[in-house]
């Protein structure tokens, strides 16, 4: 047994904006039996996951399912869809846009990273205007692909996919839509199809309250003619074979069968709740931290109400505090996992996850921690952030639904 | 799979005074394969658990396991050392003696229950002084023995067991001093053997932090030399036939295995922290709590500080105000359980646990969750609680000892 | 965790005659956290047990679930209809009926001990005709209770509990009848209400699949009537304020919580498989062992083919061969249990068990490791009982039903 | 939870080679809450599983993890390694060594795919001497690769790895060696830095006792070299990044957080057994697997006795027997999963594994179910495989060290 002891007494508040706090249900079923992924068993489990994640991503097509995590997906849907030299066009929406743009650069594509500029331009969301723009100047349709992240995990912002979708057709140009929810799906509204999205990308650690080892691309028929042709190299991301044996529910090469215990089990949870219940219950969490942000006299990272997560907020530091320092005494002394700041934000924010396996209290306790922290910290609070958060929750009732659902 | 549903969404709060939340490692402990308990490999845990809880008792003398609930061992600890008609002295420190009292009934002994009056009464401990009177009255020593309670679990009142035993030995009477301390143990510093206890009763979901099932009877050489002569019927609870198979790590019965998996493993975390270091922690989180009662302008329930419980707080309701239907708030909206009120004091106080596996950001949902309660009960507070148990954690840093054990 | 490393490598082969295997969805059941028990979720909970565990011993009357092991239930059948020195009539079958008499006696009472003479009684069952002579000789009705062993788990001898009904009618003797299946229960057909008995005894290590820790008493209203008139003292074990407040799911005092959540996983899986497909489950798997026995050329402990037991089978070694350093072997060489001989049969013969979590090659296992230790013990065998065990499961295919159940 | 009933009662025997069968002690730690892969909890656990698998493989030099399954990992070593258009020189041992033939052409590798012919090529192991030959022709050192499969899984043929280095210097060709030992790895004796590989390729879910979903590459300095300029594209399996984060216990991107729990249970138990130890106890294995096999009068798949694995066993069936039939029948009537035959000998054989949690009896167990299977099947039998491996068994105790060692 796993005892590296750095959990003095108590469950550890797990709050960094993924992996989420898995659910019991969900950890006791990884923990049955493996089987063998060539039998009768595997096949049912194999059909009954493959419907369950379709209907997550809201999407009547093929969900390929990788036993890899989420960085392996994105991978996959570049290497599926493009050929070598290919450019596309990305926007800087934060670490994670960036990090898959230097993936796009490794892997021999040419890739174009649009965005705000500087640390400020990490505080709003994709911009569709620019895309438009830059797509009609295309008239060549050298540009294969567009790329966005709907859900920044480094920031709290999310982005307009449908509005990126109208910007492509509005500029009449054939590039692919691309993009990445890892941290978005099952917490936050994602629509595959009717956003006309032509590879999604996630993962399982986040919204699905799974460990991380799973990710997904949700791909479009259109999609699915484009890796016809697509000449970089796949062979473990490639598509067409996992494709096509998942139409018996088996896998071309050994899946992860016990992180497909743990889908299940998630796939039952969330739908048995129903998607509109999950995404409400985010958006009100998300609401409650905002308002503990606000009365500490701090910066939310998202600029934008339109575009708050309701998956993580990004709270801004004052000039001369640093976050990281802030997160060390909240982990040392109160045992409670923050986001650090990544990239252009590294020090100068962090984050608070209000996903997976999470109610009231859990973000109340979280906040406590937060504010101790400051303190300890010596960082001047206009106000008690937690006062306000109470304020809210005892406030806002979750609907029944949201409150019996479970 | 138990899907009964009562939890929408994370984790439940469970901050009664017992059953505790039980530590991951012990639950998984709990869920390995069952042996046979005849077997060799029984043995060695049997003999491995029952030198493990002799450390927690703190006695160099045997501790019987039974694999039954608390109650039972109530009546164990009776029923081996008395007989049918025999005189006892009880005290009323709350709800539970008054159980225990009602049981020697039961049983066909003659309990003699002294107390300080009224609910009032209930806000006390034992009263060594009248106890000693008492048995100075006694010349003819039909009182066979003393029962008091460690730990009220119903008001979180402690009581003195060592000036209990000082009483008698003043009176220079022979009864036995019986002692429950259900809830006491391993949490507050209990001393079998320096106190000078005969039996101890003692139960596995308090301080042990296991789910219930098993009990425990801690028995000093003068109670077994009484057991030998005692003429209540006794089979089940019998000392005799357990202490002499307990030599080879034998139970004459089934004894509840997965249970002792636990068990172990409990023996394992508490003695490698170091029961004082234990101790430490119980008494800082009864701080924070008492703490966040003061602020709220509500009364403690136990009126003597030097007798705080480390492992609950009694909080007194304003006149007018129904605990229950606070705590029914608490728990509808944000899945928190806290204890009732019991007996002379139902509807009047509510109990909010701070033992098993828990921390202090645990213990500030706990006591949001609390203050939230009141505020949507409409209960009028003199001020924020949560604000007074963040000062206290924060002001008052565990030691390293107690941070870094586990 | 615990690792007390007696397992070299691999699953342990468990084949005692109870406590049984566990199955996987049980331990996992199990190892959920643990509730409050007194809050709205443990009562939906406790409804729900006390509901299946009804079916399972067939029967429209209350079972009272003790949070104590399988003894306990004995003690509590005898505590809750009997006064002291009540006349009660055993009957001698095997090492459970004799411990069973004991505890009679040290209770207070007075048992009469029929049986038929010496080792070799130990291989019938009940004999009814016995009880009746002598219940027609009582013509003052001083016995107050026939207590007889439904499955004895000493021998893998079965009696058949409607003929004493029938005998104690015949005789027209109003004693209450008394019956323990604590190995019964759940792997043999056994109908309390129809069968007319009074007080059922189990207990949840056997045909439940579950750990040591819960018992029962199944109570007739003709044994809730004698007991608000007996006289033997009863607090723990007392019907009367357990079976009150059951009616809305609750106990007077802690249940043992984690063992219900397997109880109700073990009702959920043994009534949607069927009881009549358990039942025939275990007598297949009782006919494949006693062919491999046979084969060896070896006796069954069970003289009487009709009262075979579909729990266990008793095998008697030929003179000379301690049955215990066969045992010794088959354990230490092949990480397989099997049950040593018990009381006048110790060392004469050991026990196999067909319970459980068990299946055909289970019991290939288990009777290898037989068929090598033998070899290994220098034991002269007539033939391959291994073989003959092929045969038979080959041979005999379970129905549709008993394999599709789950 | 999962309940999708396959399996009627009793634990399923997984005798496949691979996923094998994990121990509860793997399961158990696996499902522990999932940490943040950023925090220092992670970074000890990282480097103690790093530390943990270069003993395992034998090596000094770094063992890149993988958040994928084996399949991941073979491309990890080509991609690192290799340019677009190298010659590599493979050599068909079976169907995985096919696998991996037709992935480097479908990464644009250009493999030259050496073996001995038919089906009986399938019956020997790597074939040096043709290795050697073929390097030597190549004056111009075009091949830039050898790649072997230690241990087929496919047949149960293992192959010389320290012959095809002999050879290679013995060309003395610069070429790399890649050697994939997936299902070898902690089971079969394998030594990454002594037998001079330069890419070794395995996975968690065979001699590991994991689940899939991690898998590793060894990297010799001399791969890492190559790796430096080969120019296929890379980025998710790009050892660069890994090596350097991994050097603080940290990886690039999210890891498999509880499989990486499960990998330092499994290297716990293991390295406290000692290599040798595990070894020594598959080979036993597979000796008596093989007495069966013998017995039975089927012919072995591995016509090489010096090459047999100890990790399965590959039975041939007799003319006009279909393999798939026999497995069929196993399954369903005896719940027991044997591994089909692959590719060229579909149909013509199946495979036994005798790897992970496995014991002397679970192969009884395995074995038995296979004779009656062949009954069943009407297949015609020389004799009883069951007996021949009781003999075996019993007969060649396991050392004490083997039997102690868990």
């Known amino acids: 047994?796993?005892?590296?002891?750095?959990?003095?007494?108590?469950?550890?508040?797990?709050?960094?904006?993924?992996?989420?706090?898995?659910?019991?249900?969900?950890?006791?079923?990884?923990?049955?039996?493996?089987?063998?992924?060539?039998?009768?068993?595997?096949?049912?489990?194999?059909?009954?996951?493959?419907?369950?994640?379709?209907?997550?991503?809201?999407?009547?097509?093929?969900?390929?399912?990788?036993?890899?995590?989420?960085?392996?997906?994105?991978?996959?849907?570049?290497?599926?869809?493009?050929?070598?030299?290919?450019?596309?066009?990305?926007?800087?929406?934060?670490?994670?846009?960036?990090?898959?743009?230097?993936?796009a650069t490794r892997l021999g594509l040419k890739p174009e990273f649009l965005g705000l500029p500087g640390a400020e331009g990490w505080r709003h969301g994709v911009q569709a205007g620019m895309i438009e723009e830059r797509l009609k100047a295309d008239t060549q349709h050298a540009i294969k692909a567009v790329c966005v992240v709907h859900n920044e995990t480094s920031t709290g912002v999310t982005s307009d996919i449908a509005a990126v979708r109208r910007a492509i057709d509005a500029a009449k140009h054939p590039a692919l839509l691309l993009v990445d929810t890892i941290s978005g799906l099952a917490s936050a509204d994602y629509r595959h199809d009717e956003w006309g999205v032509d590879v999604t990308v996630s993962g399982s650690q986040k919204g699905l309250m799974l460990p991380p080892g799973i990710s997904f691309n949700a791909v479009s028929p259109k999609a699915l003619e484009a890796s016809r042709t697509a000449r970089l190299p796949k062979a473990f991301w490639a598509w067409d074979e996992i494709i096509e044996?998942?139409?018996?529910?088996?896998?071309?090469?050994?899946?992860?069968?016990?992180?497909?215990?743990?889908?299940?089990?998630?796939?039952?949870?969330?739908?048995?709740?129903?998607?509109?219940?999950?995404?409400?219950?985010?958006?009100?969490?998300?609401?409650?931290?905002?308002?503990?942000?606000?009365?500490?006299?701090?910066?939310?990272?998202?600029?934008?109400?339109?575009?708050?997560?309701?998956?993580?907020?990004?709270?801004?530091?004052?000039?001369?505090?640093?976050?990281?320092?802030?997160?060390?005494?909240?982990?040392?002394?109160?045992?409670?996992?923050?986001?650090?700041?990544l990239g252009k934000v590294r020090g100068r924010m962090f984050r608070i996850g209000h996903l997976g396996d999470c109610n009231d209290l859990t973000l109340m306790a979280a906040l406590a921690g937060c504010e101790m922290g400051f303190r300890l910290a010596g960082v001047k609070l206009a106000g008690s952030g937690v006062q306000a958060a109470m304020d809210y929750f005892a406030g806002h009732p979750a609907s029944l639904d949201l409150r019996r659902a479970a």
């Open 245 to 341: 044996m998942n139409q018996t529910g088996y896998w071309p090469y050994t899946p992860n069968t016990n992180l497909l215990y743990g889908l299940n089990e998630a796939c039952d949870m969330l739908l048995s709740q129903g998607l509109d219940t999950v995404f409400a219950r985010h958006r009100r969490w998300g609401e409650g931290v905002r308002a503990a942000v606000r009365a500490w006299g701090l910066e939310i990272q998202c600029a934008d109400p339109a575009l708050y997560s309701p998956v993580l907020t990004g709270v801004m530091m004052p000039e001369g505090v640093d976050a990281d320092a802030v997160r060390k005494i909240v982990y040392e002394r109160f045992d409670c996992s923050l986001g650090t700041g």
């Open 1 to 103: 047994m796993l005892t590296l002891d750095f959990h003095p007494t108590g469950r550890h508040f797990l709050q960094i904006p993924g992996p989420s706090p898995v659910p019991d249900r969900i950890l006791r079923a990884m923990s049955l039996p493996t089987i063998d992924h060539r039998g009768p068993e595997f096949g049912a489990l194999g059909l009954k996951v493959l419907a369950g994640i379709r209907q997550i991503f809201q999407t009547r097509h093929p969900v390929v399912i990788y036993p890899a995590s989420g960085t392996g997906a994105w991978e996959a849907a570049l290497a599926n869809t493009l050929s070598p030299g290919d450019s596309v066009l990305m926007f800087e929406t934060g670490h994670f846009a960036s990090l898959w743009n230097r993936m």
